[in-house]
Each structure stands twice: as C-alpha cells, then as structure tokens.
C-alpha cells in the first residue's frame, strides 16, 4: 500500500479523533512506528489491521469510517492540494464527473508510483448516473462515496448517493443528481493565490 493513503488515514484520525486514538491504533496493531513515510510502499495487511484496529475502538464500520475518510480528502483544509485536483475536472459537479475517467491517470501524472483502480462513469440519464469502482485498492468505493458527496457540496449540487451494487467485478457507486446549483459552493480559483 502507498504511504501517501496511509499518511492519509493517519491524517484523518489525528484531525478528527485526536493523535492518543492514532496511536493507540498503531501500538494495538503492532506496527512499531507511530507515522507512516509518504513516498514508501507498506505491506497492504498493515493498513487492513490499522483500519480494523481504528473501526473497533470508534465502533464503526469500516464502510462508514472509509466514507468519512473520502469527505476529508476533500474537505478539510490540510487537503486543499487535492480538492484543487479534483475542481480541475470541470466547472459543474457534472463536468467533474464525466472527468473521473481519468482520474487514476492524472494521479499517476502527480505521483507516479501511486495507482488508483480504474473509474468507469455511465450517465443514464441527465440526472442519473453510476460510477464503476474496479477492484485493486479495498474499500475504495466507499472513500469515492465520500470523496463525491463532499466534492457535491463544494459544487453546491444536491445529490442522492448509494454505494450497494455490484456489476462484474466492478463495485457501483449509484449517483442521482437531485439540483446542480442547489446551494452556493466553495470559492475556488484556477490559478493557486500566494498569500
């Protein structure tokens, strides 16, 4: 497993549920390090025992923390890098979502050694679509879940999300677009402001 996902997990557990449950979490996992190296490549079994470790003190499942996990990526301010990433797609909530073909892609272009399953959109309808999360990376459709709510909220789109089907091998995020300019969304500029 890339550092960078699991710098992303100890991130999002020491931003919303302090660093005491971040490293109760490693020590009970037996890692023998409390942070992960963002550019080393980890054994993917010790990310599996720091989420079950994670899941059964915050009794959650691990659907929800990972979903959780997703909204951070986007919206809290130590992620900024990737939310601009991901605005960079389109204008529209819509635009993005046509742009999520490429994703693994353009996350390939920024990290080279980093690789995201592939991203599959099919529009039913103008209201109506699926997002196809293909397997090589467990529980990343549930981080996408997250990801795509909060990506709508920053757009200012109301959406309907599900995350309960499965097509082929490819496991399908259900997707409908209930208002695209429901609310105003975040600010965000093209080009990065220096402060």
């Known amino acids: 497993m890339h550092g960078l996902i699991n710098r992303a997990i100890q991130s999002f557990v020491c931003a919303t549920y302090g660093r005491q449950c971040w490293l109760h979490a490693t ?26 470790v994670l899941c059964a ?34 204008v529209t ?3 993005f979502l046509h ?15 980093l690789s995201l399953p592939d991203l599959e959109l099919q529009e039913h309808s103008p209201a109506e679509y699926q997002l196809h999360c293909f397997p090589g990376l467990p529980g990343y459709s549930s981080v996408m ?20 089907e499965h097509h082929n091998e490819a496991e399908v995020i259900s997707i409908r677009l209930i208002e695209s300019a429901f609310a105003e969304g975040r600010h965000f500029d093209l080009g990065a402001r220096k402060s």
């Open 27 to 52: 020590q009970t996992s037996g890692l023998g390090f409390d942070e992960f190296e963002a550019m080393l490549i980890y054994e993917a079994d010790i990310t599996t025992r720091v989420l079950d």
């Open 57 to 90: 003190k915050l009794n959650r499942p691990k659907t929800e923390f990972l979903e959780d996990l997703g909204t951070y990526l986007v919206s809290h301010p130590n992620m900024e890098d990737l939310r601009r990433l991901l605005r960079f797609g389109g």
């Open 93 to 95: 909530y819509v635009e």
């Open 99 to 113: 742009s999520l073909d490429d994703l693994s892609d353009r996350v390939r272009l920024a990290v080279s050694d």
């Open 145 to 164: 879940t997250g990801v795509l709510r909060a990506m709508a909220d920053d757009y200012g789109a109301l959406v309907i999300l599900s995350n309960d």
